[in-house]
Structure formats: C-alpha cells, structure tokens
DNA sequence: GATGGACATGAGAGCGCTCTCACGAGCATT
DNA sequence: AATGCTCGTGAGAGCGCTCTCATGTCCATC
C-alpha cells in the first residue's frame, strides 16, 4: 500500500498513466469500457492521488485559508464566529476543497504568519475575516494578489470583494420592530465602536429613528464588545437613562444585559423591551426567548467560499460583492406577542 | 516576481539551486560569505519557496490536520472548544506548521472527508477530537497510519496516542473541596454519559465521595450536554432532591445551573455552592465569579502539538499519552472565602 | 477509394523543489 | 610526495502528478 502511484493503477489497469488521470479528474474522451476497468482498479485499491504532486503539476492546490487577523478576538467570547467556521467548513466540503485555518493573537503572529499564508503553491485562496480599521493582513494579502474574499465589510473596501450581510438595513428592522410596538425611549448596546459591523448597526438604528421623527441621542447608546460580560456591564451605564427598550448588536449581548436585569427584578419585556442580532441557538433557549435579528450565518459561510471559487477560477477583477439579508425572528423579549393578544 | 523560482535566486546569487536550497533549509556545510549572499537574494526578492514542489521533494507537507467528528458538536455551545483551537494554532504557530480544519457535521460528511484526510502527501499528521464510542474517523485514520494524536482519552485507547488532563484527579479535587468546606449533599451535572470526559469526571466524582465516608447517590446525578442550556435544564431536575453544592462539569453548564438558580431566587453560594470545570473567561466575569478547576487549554493545545511532532519525526510506536494538570481556582461560588473570613 | 474529421489513447515534457552522489580544493598525516 | 580527510559546491535524478501534442483508429463524405 505504500507508495501507491497513478502509474500502478495504469499497470494494473492496463493503460497509459495519461488515461487514468483522465478518469480521475473526470475529463471526456475516455471510452466507457476503460473508465469503467479503470474505476474498478481504483475502487479496488483505494489509490488517492498525491495531493503534493497534483498540486504542483495542476498548479491549483484546491485549498483555501480561513484567516482570524488578531482584530477578531471575538473569535472566543462570541459563537457566531464557530458557527460561521462551520458554515465555512461545509462551503468547502461542498466543494471537495480543504480549508486551512490561520490565527493570529497579536501583531507578532500576523507578521509570522503572512509568509506561510502567501507562499506560491499553497492556497488557491483566503478567506479574510475583518471589520476593523488597520487591518495588517488584509492589505498585505490583497495585495500579494492572492485571491480574497474579504467576510464583513472591510473598513476601506475599494477593490476589494466582500460578503455581509445588510447591516444597515438589519438595524432599521429591529429598531423599528421596537417603534411599531410603541416603545419610547430606545437605546442600544454597541460592539466595539471601530468595527464596520457596529458602525453600520448604529447607522441603521439611526436611520430608523429619524425615519420616525425622533432625535437620536449618544446618551442613549453604550459601547460594548461582543462579549456576554460587556453586555452584562453595558445594560448599567444604560439604565439610568431610563430606556424601555434595547437594541443589542449581537444576541450574545443580550443575554448579557438579560442577566443584569433579572439580578436587578426588572421585568423582560415588562420593564425593558431587548432585541438582539445573531439568532445563535441560544436565543431560544433563555427563560426570556430573545426576539432577534437572524443572519443566515451557515449560508453566509458558504456562499462566502463560492464567491471565493469564483474568483479564483475567473480572476478577481472586477470586485464582487453579495450582501445577505436578515430576518426579523418574533419571541418573547420585545412583547411583540402579547400586545397582538391584547389588541 | 510571478513564477520566481529557486533557480531564478541561484542566477542572482550566482550559486547553483543546491546550494540556494541548502541555505533556505539551513543545511551545515554552507560557507559563510555564500549563505550570506543568498540570505540578501532571498530578502530582496521576497523569495518563498513553492509548498507543494516542497512537499513532493521532500515527502514532508509541513502541514497538519485538526479533525472533529460528528460528535464534537459542542464546538459550537461550548467556548472551550475554540480555546483548544486557539492553543492548537499557537503550537503550529511556533512550529512553523500549517493547519488543516476538518469539521464534520454527520457521519455522511465523515466518509465525505476522510478519503482527503488520508490523500497522501496532504498532511504530516492529525489531531483529532474524540471521548465517545463509535468514532468512526478515528477508526479509520489511525489503521491508515497517518500520525495520529488523540485529544482527550478514546474510548478505546489501545495502542492510540493521545493526550488529556487528569479528570478523575480533577473531579475529585472539586468534591473533595465541596467536602472540605463541609457541603452534605453534593449533587452534579454531568456531561454527555457517553464521553469520556465525562466518565472520568463522574468517577472522580464518586471516589471523592467514597474517601469521605460517603455514598454515591445515582439520584444526585444530572445529565447535561456541555452546552449552558443543559445546564439550566440539569439543575431543575437536581434542585428536588435538596442539594446543597453541585459539581458542574463544565463552566458553561455552571452559568446555565445558576442563571436557573438565580432566576427562581436562590442565592449562590448560600443556597446552594456550586463549581465549574474549565476556567473560561466568563467564569470571572459572573455576578458570583465561578469556583472552577482551571485547565491549561491552551498549553495542551500546544503540547498536542508537539506531541504529534514527535510522532512524526519519530515514529509513532510505542504509542505516547500525555496527562495534563489541574488546578483548582477559589473564588466565590463555593463560600470559601466567607468561611475563612468567619473562622 | 481517397480525404478529412472526431475521438480514444499513448508519449513525454514539465511543475519547483530535495537529496544523494561526485568532484575538486585545501589541509593534515604518514 | 603520496595518501586520506573534511568541506563546499555542482550535477542531476527523482518526487507523482497534469497537460499538450502526436498517433492511430473508425466512420462519414464525396
């Protein structure tokens, strides 16, 4: 079994070597006689074919990279970024790729990792996770000319192809959910104030506001980072303020700020209406189920790796983008049910 | 600086590719004032050898694959996975070596992924998530004689190497300190009962109570996921039969235990103590900040790692295990501070 | 029967490295 | 001076594939 080679399966077969990559790699003009005698010896032996040498001889190593700059430290605190993995990881069993995963605590990491990831012969492709202004990675890549496909916005995007989904539009639905059901004093719990994600959620929570004549004000807005503790913290500094809704950007958050209210006997949605984003499973699990913004998280991750495909098979230029869409998802925490009872 | 290759850096170095590629792996026998003319080619020009004329070369890919089976789900509700992760990627990180993510989702994406795993010339070896019965891909990735490190015992560990931390130790630590601070009825929530982790734990659990005069009561037993949300459950079905201190095993069941506990207005650790197993970050940042066992998550994804490099270069036989520490973390959800404080 | 095209297969030149071997220079040993 | 080292370098044979090109066969066409 050792050192079993595509010219064993001629012999045993035989062919011509030539023939029997044929028949792997699924190109026409082979008799289906040969394919078939070919295929069974295949079977037969349960050959493979050397990934080293066929990366080198086709030039495609049919393996893309996952990279985690060091900006995306959320990576631990909050489990929409495993779910995307996953998401990813089927994009790529989908498409019989291998993914190699890159991540980078600090600035050190990223400058030792760089080679490896840009090194001729390795990848076919990367994909760059970010939303972060100075992202050290993404510039170095993008423009060793690796193809890339940038996952959320990218703080300057020019040339640059991405995948997000519509976070401003996302935003204006949650917040005007909130609007709809009569809500007043609406505030929000921000991520970390430089990411594009958070920025554009803010827009949108902006944007609705406005849209429905009321002043937006920065009082009613605290920053927090993704994680379950910031939420947690957050929700104080938002409460004398008197808010009697929330909306969280990401649901981890709120179940953060839930769990402040609840130690403190405010009542959800009684007291303090909350919306997160996300829809991680989580959402449906609380005491309270959280009403959320659901984001097709494991589509994201496979349409991300075909748009990646996509480039690599016919150039990266022009840049291409896709913007997903959200779903507003009804539960419990914003009172939406109740009042429909009411009425 | 498309297509640049060794013998392009030997015409500039005016040397022959031998020598070039000598220096590049840092081969003796290279006379100094030559390697130093390389090492300037190679800087100025950006030079990365090609990865997969290396690999076919040298029989060597530099490369790693990390492999969930079906049965890590947890990757998902349970941060501790990610962690793991992380720790893995540093040890590649130091080791100059690249890692391969596998992650299957059901046994069809196993048998869809293990003929790529296997694909010679791919990887050097693999780490793979186990603790349940039927592990299919462990099954088959260790008879293929691909380097193989075990993370967490197998169920079956004949002759398989792997490493883990010391859970029955682990567990008995946590009870016996339950014990010490003299808790009478001591409950736990358990993790899958098919795992071995959880096994362990469990056993750990007992012999505690048995070294204390005690007996084990199968009703003061719970079982959970290692999800929060099980948690939460596992502690419903525990609190009838009056426990005064629990064993979680797992920080993030821990949080799902007390945010039912704290919910329905007991008070921790008054009420009712209770102890996690882990030490991830939110263990901190609670209300009542978690008693834990600590585990070095990210020295044993490093030391997974080194293990499997071992492996490789060394030959896999005889089989290598490696047995992690613990250390039990006091903090407030136990009442051993108060108790020392009152003394 | 001569011509040409479609199709199946074989031949063999790479892909960009590593690694063993051969070779020659320089030095110490007899 | 002859011999044997060590050491630095060049030569070139692979590693196991892919892919273009050449060749041969079969059949339709005039």
Redesign the pocket.
Same mark, same amino acid.
């Given at each position: 079994m050792e050192?079993?080679?595509?010219?064993?399966?001629?012999k045993l077969a035989?062919?011509?070597?030539?023939?029997?990559?044929?028949v792997?790699?699924d190109?026409?003009?082979?008799?289906?006689?040969?394919?078939k005698r070919v295929q069974k010896v295949i079977q037969s032996t349960g050959?493979?074919?050397?990934a080293?040498?066929?990366s080198?001889?086709?030039? =495609?190593s049919y393996m893309i990279g996952l990279v985690l700059p060091r900006s995306v430290s959320s990576f631990f605190t909050d489990p929409f970024f495993p779910h995307l993995t996953q998401g990813i990881a089927f994009g790529c069993n989908n498409n019989n790729l291998s993914l190699s995963l890159f991540l980078a605590g600090n600035r050190e990491d990223e400058e030792k990792i760089l080679p490896r990831i840009a090194r =001729?012969?390795f990848l076919d492709g990367v994909l760059i996770q970010s939303g972060r202004p100075d992202e050290f990675l993404i510039d170095r890549l993008t423009k060793s000319n690796i193809p890339s496909v940038i996952i959320g916005r990218p703080f300057l995007s020019d040339g640059l192809s991405f995948i997000d989904i519509d976070n401003v539009n996302a935003a204006i639905k949650a917040t005007q959910h909130l609007i709809d059901l009569g809500y007043q004093r609406i505030a929000t719990i921000t991520g970390n104030h430089d990411s594009t994600v958070s920025m554009d959620r803010l827009e949108g929570y902006k944007k609705a506001l406005n849209a429905a004549g009321r002043e937006f004000n920065p009082e009613m807005v605290a920053e927090g980072d993704f994680s379950e503790a910031s939420g947690y913290q957050a929700v104080k500094l938002l409460l004398p303020m008197k808010p009697d809704a929330i909306v969280a950007q990401s649901d981890i958050m709120a179940v953060g700020a839930m769990r402040w209210m609840q130690e403190i006997g405010l009542s959800i949605p009684e007291d303090v209406a909350i919306i997160g984003f996300d829809d991680i499973p989580v959402a449906r699990q609380l005491n309270v189920q959280l009403t959320t913004i659901r984001q097709p998280i494991t589509r994201f991750g496979i349409k991300a790796v075909e748009l990646l495909i996509d480039l690599i098979e016919n150039g990266t230029k022009p840049a291409r983008r896709i913007i997903l869409d959200t779903e507003l998802v009804i539960r419990d925490s914003c009172g939406a049910k109740k009042i429909r009872v009411e009425v």
């Open positions: 050192k079993f080679t595509l010219e064993d399966v001629a035989g062919v011509h070597r030539s023939t029997v990559s044929r792997i790699n190109s026409p003009n082979v008799s289906p006689q040969v394919r050959y493979q074919p050397n080293a040498a066929r080198l001889a086709s030039q =495609r =001729r012969g």
